[in-house]
């Protein structure tokens, strides 16, 4: 049921006539139509969260962790992974177009953040501009040049066997994206400015990306040049985070999997890299620098907590398939870690998540008998286009449907919000975004785990 759920949720935020049956959404969104006004078609893709903007850095990451999840679980899928396929291609034919569309250019976004958060209105009322951004070779952006390759090349993995002219049309977009991201070094965040800052800012910097870009071309292509490159990047940093900014955790548990899985020394220094993360995420370890609640949930930052859960127990999950594979073990200091460590600390917190905590709240939308009412999404807070087909304008749908304590109109199924407070605490109130807010990042990073998990523990 959750991993069904989650499908469910990214029909919320695709855009367009999205190919998965009736979205919450409806039918062709104004976005789509004005998109066409553009001289360049930039229809598809997916707003990031409750807002009404396509943000390519958030959205590629999801797309990443989608396939990602989809390459190392999908056998426990079962029938769903029909909806992950469908759901990831629907990213990627956005970000084709995105980084074929004009040479040396690459989109990385639609709309105006700045005009769109001041207003609280339907997708299909939307009448805020359109505003396309790009980086370029005057203007780059690195960071998200190697994301947008990691989630190209990730997903021609999964397409290699059931499209692979799709792979191949993937792999070769990941491959030109990646040389633009090595060849003009610069961060988005400097060429775009307000346009993606405070909003999607790469406070992390490049060399995540490129790492991240990198490694996962290496995975799809065994090509030496990647594994080159990757080796004398130099991004070294020692992390406890994983998220839509940060990939370096992530990059190191993929890379790691050379050395674990195909016993490939030359990956040890990544193995041990990803091993000091994980020493800092486990609980009893001597250099943990990870907080826990007092029910159990890992708490990383304030805002929007939930994505750093998703997207640190997906690769406590990995790592732990990957020790499993080789029957391997590790210490940090006197303590020792085995693959069942990493597995029961995932399942707690993928548990604390569908409503094993303190207030029996299920943090996933329409699971359980407990769970958020007013989250903080337009078009789940505005009565639909069935209901109401009159327009709401920019101003019209806040005293009504933003301020209003009553429940959400449309149950936005599946979707994960930014969840409780550092106390276990929710107010379920859709002005306070930062832990009702639902984003396509945290759904995407908890679709492996569940389906690893459903597997584990199938009784």
Same mark, same amino acid.
């Given at each position: ?127 805020t501009a359109r505003t396309v951004y790009s ?129 490939d020394k030359r990956f040890e220094s990544f ?142 199924? =599946?979707?994960?919000?930014? =969840? ?40």
């Amino acid at each position: 049921m959750p991993l069904q759920s989650l499908y469910c949720s990214s029909r919320g935020k695709g855009l367009g006539g999205y190919p998965l049956g009736n979205r919450l959404l409806g039918g062709p969104t104004l976005a789509s139509l004005m998109a066409h006004l553009l001289i360049v078609d930039l229809t598809g893709g997916y707003y990031d969260a409750g807002d009404n903007v396509k943000f390519n850095f958030p959205m590629a990451y999801t797309t990443t962790m989608l396939s990602w999840g989809t390459l190392e679980y999908g056998k426990r899928m079962g029938p769903e992974i029909q909806n992950a396929r469908a759901a990831i291609r629907w990213a990627t034919d956005y970000f084709i177009k995105c980084s074929t569309a004009t040479p040396n250019t690459l989109y990385v976004g639609v709309g105006d953040p700045t005009t769109d958060h001041k207003c609280w209105e339907r997708p299909e009322d939307m009448d805020t501009a359109r505003t396309v951004y790009s980086v370029s070779t005057s203007k780059p952006g690195s960071d998200v040049a190697g994301e947008t390759t990691a989630a190209l090349a990730a997903a021609s993995m999964v397409f290699r066997k059931v499209d692979p002219k799709y792979s191949r049309l993937l792999l070769a977009t990941a491959k030109k994206v990646m040389q633009f991201a090595m060849q003009y070094k610069g961060a988005y965040s400097d060429s775009l400015g307000s346009a993606v800052c405070p909003f999607y800012c790469s406070y992390s910097g490049y060399k995540d990306e490129l790492l991240w870009g990198a490694a996962w071309l290496w995975r799809a292509t065994n090509d030496a040049s990647y594994l080159n490159f990757l080796q004398t990047l130099g991004a070294n940093d020692a992390t406890d985070i994983f998220s839509w900014d940060n990939k370096l955790a992530g990059a190191r548990v993929l890379l790691a999997r050379r050395t674990l899985v195909d016993n490939d020394k030359r990956f040890e220094s990544f193995k041990q890299q990803a091993e000091d993360f994980m020493c800092r995420i486990i609980p009893n370890s001597p250099s943990s620098s990870t907080s826990y609640t007092q029910g159990g949930l890992m708490f990383k930052l304030a805002e929007s907590n939930l994505q750093y859960v998703t997207s640190i127990t997906f690769l406590l999950t990995t790592y732990a398939k990957y020790m499993s594979a080789s029957k391997y073990t590790f210490n940090c200091g006197n303590v020792r870690v085995t693959s069942s460590t990493l597995r029961n600390l995932a399942k707690q917190q993928v548990d604390y998540i569908l409503g094993e905590n303190p207030l029996k709240m299920s943090y996933m939308v329409g699971f359980g008998a407990n769970f958020p009412k007013r989250i903080h999404h337009r078009g789940s807070s505005i009565p639909s286009k069935a209901s109401h087909p009159q327009a709401f304008g920019c101003d019209n749908g806040f005293q009504s449907f933003f301020y209003t304590s009553n429940p959400n109109p449309n149950t936005l199924i =599946g979707a994960i919000v930014g =969840g409780p407070n550092q106390n276990d605490g929710f107010p379920d109130d859709r002005t306070d975004y930062s832990h009702s807010e639902p984003a396509t990042y945290i759904n995407a990073a908890i679709v492996g785990p569940l389906a690893y998990l459903a597997g584990s523990y199938s009784s």
